[in-house]
């Protein structure tokens, strides 16, 4: 597959990785979550099965985060989005794309999937719908412009991150407009974005659409629930993608 180099809006290089597969006329993106970035152990194995199993997969840095340029100071879930309507439109037509979404990289992929057609199939991963909620619980006590993000250096949290996740608040209008088929997975020991957020939008969602609880699986998974992300995610392409 001939892939551009990707550029968001502003012209900043958005780093990712591919993973060829044997399918024709499919492309599988995947987003990672907040102080993430595409070579996180989860996207990467998740990236890697799926290629496996024939499915074309490109992991992507959104601007700000890892190698991508740009000011993580501005990586919100709404400059994300728009990255990631910028990769749509830099897509080869004809594409049947599906999105593959961690934690807030999640609450991303049900921002553009809600008006979005270009999105076919849509996958959240411990995904985020109460994002002020989740930022009350993680970052309530964090000064904005002064500290950082569970004490990373690297990830400072900017007033810019605390007014989007305000703004938005949660995402439970926009889960009531995804009409695309909707596959939720959430470990029931995450305590990072809460098992309820997945659970109560599958409840507003429209079909078609699956939950999947993996338990005793936190907020990012690991190498024992690889395999069972994997083949459900795999499964669900099958159903909707193929």
């Given at each position: 597959?001939?892939l551009?180099?990707?550029?968001?809006?502003?012209?900043?290089?958005l780093?990712?990785a591919?993973?060829?597969?044997?399918?024709e006329?499919?492309?599988v993106?995947?987003?990672?979550?907040?102080t993430?970035?595409?070579?996180?152990?989860?996207?990467?194995?998740v990236?890697?099965?799926l290629?496996?199993?024939g499915?074309?997969?490109?992991?992507?840095?959104?601007?700000?985060?890892?190698?991508?340029?740009?000011?993580?100071r501005?990586?919100?879930?709404?400059k994300?989005?728009?990255?990631l309507?910028?990769?749509?439109?830099?897509l080869?037509?004809?594409l049947?794309?599906?999105?593959?979404g961690?934690s807030?990289?999640?609450?991303?992929?049900?921002?553009?999937?809600?008006?979005?057609?270009?999105?076919?199939v849509?996958?959240?991963l411990?995904?985020?719908?109460?994002?002020?909620?989740?930022?009350?619980?993680?970052?309530?006590?964090?000064?904005?412009d002064?500290?950082f993000?569970?004490?990373?250096?690297?990830?400072?949290?900017?007033?810019?991150?605390?007014?989007?996740f305000c703004?938005?608040?949660?995402?439970?209008?926009?889960?009531?407009?995804?009409s695309?088929?909707?596959?939720?997975?959430h470990?029931?020991?995450?305590?990072?974005?809460?098992?309820?957020?997945?659970?109560?939008?599958?409840?507003t969602?429209?079909?078609?659409?699956?939950?999947?609880?993996?338990?005793?699986?936190?907020?990012?998974f690991?190498?024992?629930?690889?395999?069972?992300?994997?083949?459900?995610?795999?499964?669900?392409?099958?159903?909707?993608?193929?």
């Amino acid at each position: 597959m001939d892939l551009p180099e990707f550029r968001n809006r502003v012209g900043e290089k958005l780093d990712t990785a591919f993973h060829p597969g044997n399918r024709e006329d499919v492309l599988v993106l995947l987003g990672h979550g907040v102080t993430g970035n595409k070579d996180r152990p989860l996207l990467i194995a998740v990236a890697e099965g799926l290629a496996a199993r024939g499915w074309p997969c490109l992991r992507i840095s959104w601007s700000g985060n890892g190698s991508s340029e740009g000011d993580f100071r501005h990586a919100t879930i709404t400059k994300e989005s728009r990255d990631l309507r910028d990769i749509l439109e830099a897509l080869p037509s004809g594409l049947k794309v599906a999105y593959i979404g961690h934690s807030m990289g999640g609450a991303v992929g049900v921002t553009v999937a809600a008006e979005d057609p270009r999105i076919r199939v849509l996958v959240s991963l411990a995904g985020m719908v109460r994002t002020e909620a989740f930022y009350e619980r993680e970052f309530g006590n964090v000064i904005p412009d002064k500290g950082f993000m569970w004490d990373n250096s690297e990830a400072p949290l900017s007033q810019k991150h605390v007014d989007d996740f305000c703004a938005i608040g949660d995402l439970f209008d926009e889960v009531g407009q995804v009409s695309v088929p909707w596959l939720l997975i959430h470990g029931t020991a995450d305590d990072v974005v809460l098992p309820e957020d997945s659970r109560d939008a599958y409840d507003t969602a429209e079909e078609p659409k699956r939950l999947i609880e993996i338990k005793g699986a936190e907020h990012s998974f690991d190498e024992s629930s690889y395999p069972q992300v994997v083949s459900s995610i795999a499964d669900w392409f099958e159903e909707y993608l193929g």
